[in-house]
């Protein structure tokens, strides 16, 4: 898999857009990026993936760069609830490696009111 | 609510004892897994199941000992752990090996 490198923590307004950056330099073209978070006390929750293109549903865009060595996660409102640690993972496409998800340290987001 | 339940939310046990927990995934899914979450420390992989087939161990010490008698089960017997095993235990679960993961509260595990 490849290293994805996030910044420790951020701070965002209630009702902002939060914008959280990784770093995945070392991507290969049959890595996707996958993005979870996690609530204090919680188990961790899906996000969004993507591979190549923009990505966006109900809870999150995805940004991709055309080198693909970065990406953003953007939370468009984000609300208090959004408090938690994001993580960005990059993970192989086929062989054994499918499910074996690597986290990292991830963000710390922090959403004041 | 995710689907996935484990049960107890909360153990304390003495490193003398014999315990398990309990994972139940209503979602339909055929792989299932447990996490380890230290404090300090990332989420670390512990085991997958497959079609109630195990088809990763990752290094995982033997006092923790797997279980997965049907797809919507899961186990993992615990017995003569050490301090340094207090952790929150999270199990997941998935359609089929995949990336996208369905997790379950934890089980906050206090080894005395």
């Known amino acids: 898999d490849a290293k994805t490198t996030q910044p420790t923590s951020m701070d965002c307004a209630e009702g902002r857009a939060a914008n959280l950056p990784c770093n995945h330099s070392t991507i290969s073209g049959n890595e996707y990026v996958y993005w979870y978070r996690q609530i204090h006390s919680q188990g961790p929750q899906y996000i969004i993936h993507g591979l190549k293109n923009n990505e966006t549903n109900e809870m999150a865009s995805l940004i991709i760069t055309e080198d693909r060595k970065s990406s953003t996660l953007i939370l468009p409102h984000a609300t208090l609830r959004d408090t938690a640690v994001y993580y960005c993972?990059?993970?192989?496409?086929?062989?054994?490696?499918?499910?074996?998800?690597?986290f990292g340290q991830g963000t710390i987001l922090t959403v004041h009111p | 609510e995710t689907g996935v339940t484990q049960t107890p939310r909360h153990l304390v046990m003495g490193m003398t004892n014999k315990k398990s927990l309990k994972c139940e995934q209503h979602l339909g899914h055929n792989a299932m897994y447990w996490y380890k979450q230290s404090a300090k420390k990332p989420l670390e992989l512990m085991f997958v199941y497959n079609f109630k087939e195990q088809t990763e161990n990752n290094s995982v010490p033997s006092r923790f000992s797997p279980e997965c008698p049907n797809s919507s089960h899961l186990f993992l017997h615990l017995h003569t752990l050490q301090p340094e095993d207090s952790a929150l235990y999270l199990c997941?679960?998935?359609?089929?090996?995949?990336?996208?993961?369905?997790f379950g509260p934890g089980t906050r595990l206090t080894v005395t």
């Open positions: 993972i990059a993970t192989i496409a086929g062989g054994t490696s499918y499910g074996k998800l690597t």
């Open positions: 997941a679960s998935s359609p089929g090996l995949a990336w996208e993961q369905y």
